[in-house]
């Protein structure tokens, strides 16, 4: 889908929760599971955020709890907070530092405490955004992206710096993509390229544009930002043109 009705991306938005409902929403409105995917990840990451100073000032309590028996996926589903992040805040209570947490995420199976163990491993199975698993699908979904876009631009012939190569050069705030020549894409000349692996809604592209997009359209002129998973029709932005795989491909 290359750009969403902002109605129907209110209503699919609104509806979305947990990842059993994505067939069922896709089947109705036909939308690509994948789209759905990348919207309720989104919507979970600003809900996670919202709530988390709240949540964390109970941490104690929390942890009360999981020590006279309620199960961490229990907590979990009563505060609607991420298995994972629930876990991180009822073991930091308990004194686990951050670094011994993402220890005990990456190996579960060296936990001696059996219950503990379990239960970790229930939480890390049913965490889409915050379980290493689902971060590592999440980098690699990046990756591929940047690649295709790579494949892209390489095909039509354009020559670029990439943003690692930038970097070894000591170039400020570079895009993902910073073409030599002029791009001609929708009848407008962009000289940079930016690759995201989400979804363009208005919360999206204003954080975007806040961190990265204006000043590199500050740097280096008009560019073309490729939100992979599509966009809602209607945002513009100065200077920019948005587009998705299937605008770009």
Request: charged share 25%; glycine share 6%.
């Amino acid at each position: 889908m290359r750009f969403m009705d902002s109605k129907l991306y209110k209503t699919v938005y609104e509806r979305l929760a947990v990842g059993s409902d994505l067939g069922e929403l896709s089947s109705t409105y036909g939308i690509n599971i994948d789209t759905l995917n990348a919207l309720l990840h989104q919507k979970i990451v600003r809900e996670t955020m919202h709530n988390h100073h709240k949540i964390q000032s109970n941490a104690h309590t929390l942890a009360q709890q999981w020590k006279c028996g309620e199960p961490i996926m229990t907590i979990s589903e009563k505060l609607n907070f991420p298995p994972v992040m629930t876990a991180w805040l009822i073991l930091s209570a308990r004194g686990i530092s951050r670094s011994q947490f993402r220890a005990i995420l990456r190996n579960p199976k060296g936990i001696t405490d059996h219950r503990l163990q379990k239960e970790l491993t229930d939480a890390l199975k049913k965490d889409i955004v915050y379980s290493p698993e689902a971060i590592a699908e999440r980098t690699a979904k990046g990756k591929m992206v940047e690649d295709t876009v790579n494949l892209y631009l390489t095909s039509l012939g354009m020559k670029f710096i990439t943003e690692q190569e930038a970097r070894q050069k000591n170039h400020a705030k570079t895009p993902d993509f910073l073409l030599n020549g002029a791009l001609k894409f929708q009848d407008q000349a962009v000289r940079w390229v930016e690759c995201k692996a989400s979804f363009g809604d208005e919360f999206e592209v204003k954080r975007d544009y806040r961190k990265q997009l204006r000043h590199y359209a500050s740097l280096y002129g008009s560019g073309l930002v490729v939100y992979w998973y599509g966009f809602i029709d209607g945002i513009t932005l100065d200077k920019i043109i948005l587009t998705s795989e299937s605008g770009l491909l």
